[in-house]
């Protein structure tokens, strides 16, 4: 253990004498630049004196100077030599030591991460100064000062951070040379020699060590989120940019470009012929955008623009993922066709008037999305019950002629099948008919009309218009299921007077519940129909 701790003390006189050194750098910064300045200034004002940045970076310097010569009055005795070296005295100073070096870097990362921190704009503050031609009274000082110490502001602004990452090489180097002691302590059964206490310090100055590597990470990346969150107050347009002119108690969680696809609308009346219908993919009807999704909630889409300043962005939707009732649909991959090779991943997020349908390429980039979301939308309580006291079946687009024939016997629910896991369980993507002007996967939802089966085209959860409807009385109704792909089935309806209808679904127990209800349907219809028969037969 001697070994160990000579070569410790020889470490830490070296470290002393360089932080000797560095207390005269830092009491010169009081003495020959900001005491001078404040003697200077009367009534006069200056770039420099007056900058919040330059005057917090002259208190933290201070504050330094007084806190490491607090450490070095605990340190110094530790190095001069006792009259007696023994086991136990050596062990003693160890452990002084390790205390005072985890206390040191526990008591100086707060004031350099304040440093790291503001670096960056007190250099800028002092290049700013240094650059006039005609210097102030001020930029005088600062640069006779600078050329007393052989220092240039990048220098100046260095040379404290410089030391914060020298003294936490320094603990560490010491955990490194003190981590012998367990090995030479094992063999020893003697209390009395505190060896127990030698096997902590080496992992105790490491763990400081690790501690203050993650406090200046953290630091740096939180100065580094705050200047990007400054930048970005001020980059939105459109309706709603208000909400963005101060972000000071908000974060920025996810950021990037997605593509936005554009659902078919009822003013778009434009037809492509069969051939494009079977390969057509959702992407194919698609613009990359820039999405924004913050700590508060807040997720916006936009169209990025490039300007002088950098980019700025022109809002096209806003959603309040804690307040608006808006539900998360998973977007089948086989809807995502881009090119003939390539699928993305996606998703669907159904708010009262319009979905909006947001795809990435990468798997890992839609999952973390998928999960801020869905973390989101967990966190709002009033989204189900203002979705099922807002809508109801009766309200739905419905044919003339299907109200026509309906009759008194005719059960009409007016609420939407629920799940008490699947909100809209009623929610289908309905792929292209095989040769229809309609050459695109739509986003439907099925709900049961007295007999008949409506398939209606979702726009919104509370905006609908009919596509299809099947009349389950009919002999011709038919309907299975398949599966399509890996956690992908689908539901395909006919009854003989249209095309078959494809309704796909990542969801198992939907393709399920519907099969089960239609066939019940048609079964029902086909006993009447039985029953009928035998009724007239016998008559």
Known sequence: MREQWEAAKAELQ???EDDDNYVNFLDSIEQKLAKKLRFECRSRGGSLVGSVAFNRFVESAAQLRHLH???QEKTKPIVEPLSREDDRSVNVK???????????L???????GQLICKSEATQATLETVLAKENKEWDGKILVKYLEAQHLTAEKLMSRPLKRFYELV?????LSNILSGNERDETGSNDSDTGSDDTFSYAPQLMQIVQENQHYIHLVKANAQEEKELIALQTCFYGDGADVFNDLSNNKLLLFGEVFLIKLRDRSDSSGVGCEAAASTGLLSHS??????CFQDGTLVCSKGQSNELGMSFVILHRIQLKQDAAFLEFVPASTLVFEASEKARGLALISQETTLVFAWKDIMESQRWADTIWGFLEMNGSRTEVLHQSRTIDKLPIREEISAELVDKDTLSTKFASFYDDHLPGVFWMAPPKCSSLARWELVEIVFYARWLLVLRMEGWKRH????????HSLEMKISEQLRADKEWSLVISNGSVDSVTLVSMKRTRIDFWF????KAVESAKFVARQVVKEKKSA
């Open 14 to 16: 070296v470290f002393l």
């Open 69 to 71: 010569l607090l450490f």
């Open 94 to 104: 160890c452990k002084n030591l390790t205390n005072i070096m985890s206390d040191m």
């Open 106 to 112: 526990r008591a100086l990362r707060l004031l350099y």
């Open 169 to 173: 090489d320094f603990v560490k180097a």
């Open 287 to 292: 613009e990359k955008v820039y999405a924004h």
């Open 465 to 472: 218009s009919a596509l299809y409807d099947f009349d389950t």
């Open 516 to 519: 089960d209800q239609v066939c």
